[in-house]
């Protein structure tokens, strides 16, 4: 009794494992006679209800296609295309956002083949997507093989025994018989299907035994344009052609293209100057080789990206062609022949595991609450400290002992001289509070942080920045008109609480050109942010640090009214006041070029990459240093006789500021990336943005593809892992980067916190070695492949987005999420894993 409960509950526990795996659809095969040597090769699917596989006619741009790819063969040959029947619908699916035809329940495909060699089988290997009304499974590869007795009875019906199903992509075009003629043949499957918008054909012409011309062309549907060879970078994808056996072809001088071509902006592109060809004429390209053995078949494909007004799909095409009969041929891939690994040592995913016991938990949020009431302390802060530089200004500091005399000297009582002193310091907050409040009620709700990822915002805060640095530098001043401050100076010739409120007034005016760029940078920098809001909705930043910045101008007024004698201690003014200008002037420059790299990364200019914001703070550090030691002099400063103390270590501080810096520039050789120093973080653009150590990942966050690589890098730097289960054709996953990952609190944790892994699981690119997976035993041919059965095995799931958060031994963190388009829940996720992450650490 006990051994029969012991193989139940392992029966529930393995069925529990594999409930997560989707297997909506499930393939059978057989034969159907039609003649002596020729027959019907018969697929069927048989389809779970809500799910749904997609019409090998499927426009571009939507979901991938049903398809059918043969190992080539002398054995046998196909006759026409393979056709197809069901329960067909067309109209609009929702996943992908486009009018489709697909089969619902059942579908069948019918290939007729011409048998050559009744001995050999036929085999290859199907494609198919699979979709509800929610979420696609990943494309896989379905094995098949046909046998053909040798006799001819009458019954060569078999079905096959291999009739469990999972989901895949192929080119369905890979197999022609004649490339030229194929590609430009139509059934009428084809008219019911949706629009292809390019036809290609392949012609070749042979020059002499080693030298020929081959011509590409294009037939370009109505609407559609595809992009020229020479396309520069940052702008569409350039048509290029690959050879499969480079090495044996030499290409003589360069294509020539021909056709209808329109050169301009376009905006599909943000009005990059681009060239394209349109369907008036077709396109033609011209490529003159060499060839070294012209034995050899002439194997290859296109690469294109063709575009209407609304909307660009990346393509492939491939070729084949017999350069002795001077014939098209089927296309044969050299992958095909890759040595095929079967057992766990050879497959490539079964050497990691995974810790999953704490796959089932969560933090319930507790991280998240205790983040957003520290942000009310840390913007009044930055607005103190803001407000005590300015007392060191010129226009603020030779006031302190002038208006605190006045206040004592001119009170009958030392009590009410400091209770005026009072009044004095609260009108300073008051109008300061009542600055933050305007600036508040004016922008409101999401206004304030929309300006945070808006390019031209933040270009014009960088030249307001700029223009506050020139006036710090001494080359102008910024001032209020006159009037103002003699409208304001008369009022506060009243006594009472108006008079020295309008002394307060008076003092902030005239003072502007000294504490004008401070509040500007404060208030940008508060207002711009994700910090605390009033009622919930409204951004209360400019008015927290307004409070600061008001408090620290006003306490030394209060302070020194209320002690008097401590205005014998205070510095006399003097040049160190200029020395504080022009040091704000270069902070000023330096928030200047944060703001440039800002706008670069939301319009992905790259005018501001990496390697050039770190050189640029690296010469703001040294410049200040040379001003600090004398070398480096403005208009407003006198001679300098000797050395304060105060500027030598200055100098030599910002000497050490510049070295760190620099630092950024040293390359990481685990992620060949540069390390970005901890204090440049979040202000400096992501490593990945660069010219030299480029990175293509989501929003510029570095990232890895290959989850061997990021381990190995999240084991040095000692941070999580966030795993991306993802694919280039995954609506949601895009949804998610754009909506969910662009948010700064968001995108902030993932870029310093996490190493970001992205797994796609539908990159065609051909893996190097094929094996066949220890989970499906079907063959693994792609690099999607690969991490699509990593998913399967490691977290029995096959659906896309998928996040799993990772230590570096393996340990997962929490419970995995898939698509999370609420902001707050999906950072919740990442603060919790960095939680469990800590607790981690400390065993």
């Not at 941070?719 to 949601?732: E, R, S």
Request: hydrophobic residues 40%; contains cysteine.
């Amino acid at each position: 009794m006990k051994k029969i409960l012991i193989l139940i509950s392992t029966f529930l526990l393995a069925l529990s494992l594999q409930a997560q795996v989707l297997k909506p659809v499930k393939w059978s095969w057989q034969i159907e006679k039609l003649s002596e040597t020729e027959f019907n090769l018969i697929f069927k699917a048989k389809i779970d209800k809500t799910w749904a596989i997609y019409s090998q006619f499927v426009g571009e741009g939507g979901p991938i296609p049903t398809s059918f790819t043969f190992d080539e063969g002398a054995h046998f040959k196909l006759i026409g295309k393979t056709t197809e029947g069901g329960k067909l619908k067309k109209g609009f699916d929702k996943v992908f956002e486009m009018e489709v035809a697909k089969f619902h329940d059942e579908a069948i495909f019918t290939q007729k083949v011409k048998i050559l060699d009744p001995s050999k089988p036929i085999t290859g290997f199907l494609t198919f997507m699979t979709c509800d009304d929610t979420r696609c499974l990943p494309p896989t590869d379905e094995d098949f093989s046909f046998d053909f007795p040798k006799n001819n009875k009458k019954d060569n019906t078999k079905p096959d025994k291999n009739n469990v199903g999972q989901n895949s992509h192929v080119n369905p075009d890979a197999d022609m018989e004649n490339i030229s003629n194929a590609m430009d043949a139509t059934t009428e499957n084809d008219n019911d299907g949706m629009e292809k918008p390019v036809i290609w054909s392949l012609e070749v012409e042979k020059l002499n035994d080693t030298e020929y011309l081959l011509k590409y062309t294009a037939n370009i549907e109505k609407g559609w344009g595809v992009y020229s060879m020479f396309t520069e970078d940052n702008g569409p994808l350039p048509t290029a052609i690959h050879f499969d056996n480079a090495e044996g072809i030499e290409l003589d001088g360069k294509a020539t293209e021909t056709g209808k071509k329109k050169s301009g902006k376009d905006p599909m592109f943000d009005n990059v100057m681009v060239s394209k060809f349109t369907a008036e004429q077709p396109y033609t390209i011209i490529q003159k080789i060499k060839v070294i053995d012209p034995n050899k078949p002439l194997n290859g494909y296109i690469e294109y990206m063709a575009c209407d007004d609304t909307k660009c799909v990346n393509l492939q095409q491939d070729f084949g062609f017999d350069l002795v009969n001077l014939k098209p041929i089927a296309y044969s891939p050299q992958g095909n022949q890759a040595e095929v690994a079967h057992s766990d040592a050879q497959n490539p995913v079964m050497k990691h595991s995974f810790d999953r016991t704490d796959e089932n938990s969560s933090c319930d949020g507790k991280t998240a609450p205790e983040k957003k009431k520290s942000s009310w302390f840390w913007i009044f802060l930055l607005g103190f400290g803001g407000g005590l530089i300015a007392i060191l200004t010129p226009c603020v500091f030779p006031m302190i002992p002038l208006t605190v005399s006045y206040f004592t000297k001119s009170s009958t009582t030392r009590a009410k001289g400091i209770r005026n002193a009072m009044y004095y310091g609260l009108s300073i907050v008051v109008i300061y509070l009542v600055l933050g409040l305007l600036i508040t009620g004016v922008f409101g709700a999401d206004a304030l942080n929309l300006l945070s990822t808006n390019a031209w915002f933040n270009i014009g805060f960088a030249v307001l920045f700029i223009v506050f640095a020139i006036s710090f530098f001494g080359y102008f001043e910024i001032t209020l008109p006159s009037s103002w401050a003699n409208k304001s100076d008369k009022l506060a010739e009243n006594s009472g609480l108006i008079g020295i409120f309008f002394m307060a007034f008076t003092l902030t005016l005239v003072s502007f050109s000294c504490t004008g760029p401070i509040i500007g940078t404060l208030l940008v920098e508060t207002a711009t942010g994700d910090g605390p809001r009033l009622f919930g909705t409204i951004p209360a930043g400019p008015l927290f640090g307004m409070l600061g910045f008001s408090i620290a101008l006003a306490l030394p007024f209060a302070l020194f009214a209320m002690f008097p004698s401590w205005l014998n201690s205070l510095p006399k003014s003097g040049g160190w006041m200029n020395l504080v200008k022009v040091s704000l002037g270069f902070i000023e420059i330096a928030l200047a070029l944060k703001f440039l790299s800002i706008a670069d990364l939301t319009m992905n200019w790259k005018f501001m990459p990496y390697e050039l914001f770190v050189g640029l703070w690296v010469i703001i550090a040294f410049a200040m240093a040379l001003y600090f030691f004398g070398k480096l002099r403005f208009k407003m400063d006198g001679p300098i006789q000797k050395l304060s103390k105060a500027r030598w270590i200055l100098g030599t501080l910002m000497l050490v500021v510049g070295f760190y810096i620099a630092s950024g520039v040293m390359v990481n050789k685990t992620s060949n990336t540069f390390i970005t120093p901890n204090l440049l973080s979040g202000l400096a653009p992501p490593a990945g943005h660069s010219y030299i150590l480029p990175k293509h990942c989501p929003l510029n966050i570095n990232c890895f593809h290959d989850y061997d690589e990021g381990l190995a890098y999240a084991k040095d730097q000692n941070k999580p892992i966030l795993l991306d289960f993802t694919g280039y054709g995954c609506v949601n996953c895009r949804r998610m980067e754009d909506n969910v990952w662009s948010k700064p609190e968001v995108n902030s944790l993932i870029t310093d916190k996490f190493v970001l892994i992205s797994l796609y699981v539908d990159d065609r690119k051909a893996l190097e070695k094929e094996y066949t997976s220890t989970f499906s035993g079907k063959k693994m041919r792609t690099v999607g492949n690969k991490w699509a059965d990593f998913q399967a095995i490691h977290f029995n799931t096959n659906a896309q987005p998928h996040y799993v958060l990772v230590a570096p031994d393996g340990k997962v963190l929490n419970k995995p999420v898939a698509y999370t388009p609420d902001v707050e829940e999906y950072k919740a996720f990442l603060e919790c894993g960095l939680e469990r992450f800590e607790e981690w650490k400390k065993k």
